[in-house]
C-alpha cells in the first residue's frame, strides 16, 4: 500500500512558479503511474498531469501543457510538479495519487490520495 504526502503550495502571484513535491512510502511506488490532480472551490476535480512508474512517459492536461513539467525520482520515492507561468485560474488544492493503469486521466482509476496542498494565485 502506497501512502502519499503532497507539499511545496503557498501563494504567489500570476506569472510566478511553484513546486509541488509528492512523497511515497512503500516499496512498490516506482510499479505506479503517479498523477496530479486539482480541485477548486465548487469545481470538479480535475486531472493535471501522470507520469509513468519509470520517469520516461508523461502526459497533461491541455490547460497547463507547456508551463507545468512532472517529474520523479523513484530513489527518493518522490514526485513532482513544477509549475510555471501560473495563472489565477490554477488556484485550488493539488492532490497526487497512484495508479496501476498508465494513459488514464480519470480519477476513478487513481488511489492512494493524499491531503492534497494549496495553490493560490493571486492577480
Known amino acids: 500500500q502506497v501512502q502519499l504526502v503532497e507539499s511545496g503550495g503557498g501563494l504567489v502571484q500570476a506569472g510566478g512558479s511553484l513546486r509541488l513535491s509528492c512523497a511515497a512510502s512503500?516499496?512498490?511506488?516506482?510499479?505506479?503511474?503517479t498523477a496530479w490532480f486539482r480541485q477548486a472551490p465548487g469545481k470538479e476535480r480535475e486531472f493535471v498531469a501522470a507520469i509513468d512508474g519509470s520517469g520516461g512517459s508523461t502526459y497533461y492536461a491541455n490547460s497547463v501543457k507547456g508551463r507545468f513539467t512532472i517529474s520523479r525520482v523513484n530513489a527518493k520515492n518522490m514526485v513532482y510538479l513544477q509549475m510555471n507561468s501560473l495563472k489565477t485560474e490554477d488556484t485550488a488544492l493539488y492532490y497526487c495519487a497512484v495508479s496501476p493503469l498508465f494513459g488514464s486521466s480519470a480519477g476513478a482509476d487513481f488511489g492512494s490520495w493524499g491531503q492534497g496542498t494549496q495553490v493560490t494565485v493571486s492577480s
Open positions: 512503500g516499496s512498490t511506488f516506482s510499479t505506479y503511474t
